[in-house]
């Protein structure tokens, strides 16, 4: 079997709903901090709007996306982008979209001037943390505790890396 291709892009407006019910279906405490999207609530807002994700499009449908922000809105930051989220469809998992999103999320930070790309990721999250780190990435603290998920303390690893060379 021949997989399609995969296109990854800017979000559009019309990418809501799928990406509403892909956030919906893959939700787990493994990488959730928030509760549960309910049913039915927008998936872009005032702080989510859809310049801020790539989307990773496979025959039509949205399998993915990486949200890619600046971390603070301080001037002494700008410097800086931040992922904030990055998701993958269960059918799709295993395939390298997550890295291709990665990369993606890398080169729109560099073409918009940033040097630095950091992110949060749960210590219990073992793949994402391997493949952040597979792509350069290298933890640069750690939050002991600092999440109470599923009814369990869970650390908050802070990973970084340079986006020049």
Not at 25 to 48: D, I, K, N, Q, Y
Not at 112 to 139: C, D, K, W
Request: hydrophobic letters at 45%.
């Amino acid at each position: 079997m021949t997989v399609p291709e995969t296109q990854i892009r800017t979000a559009v407006q019309d990418d809501e709903a799928a990406l509403a019910e892909l956030d919906r279906a893959t939700w787990s405490t493994l990488h959730a901090v928030m509760p549960a999207p309910e049913p039915g609530a927008p998936f872009f807002g005032e702080r989510h709007v859809p310049g801020d994700y790539l989307v990773a499009v496979r025959g039509g449908a949205v399998v993915g996306y990486v949200r890619v922000v600046p971390p603070t809105p301080l001037a002494a930051m700008a410097h800086v982008r931040q992922i904030q989220g990055l998701v993958v469809a269960e059918s799709a998992r295993g395939e390298g979209i997550a890295r291709a999103l990665l990369r993606a999320a890398m080169d729109r930070a560099r073409e918009q001037g940033a040097v630095r790309m950091t992110l949060r990721v749960l210590g219990h999250n073992a793949p994402a943390r391997a493949l952040y780190a597979s792509e350069g990435f290298v933890i640069e603290g750690v939050l002991p505790g600092e999440m109470f998920l599923g009814g369990a303390y869970v650390d908050d690893v802070l990973m970084g890396r340079s986006l020049l060379g």
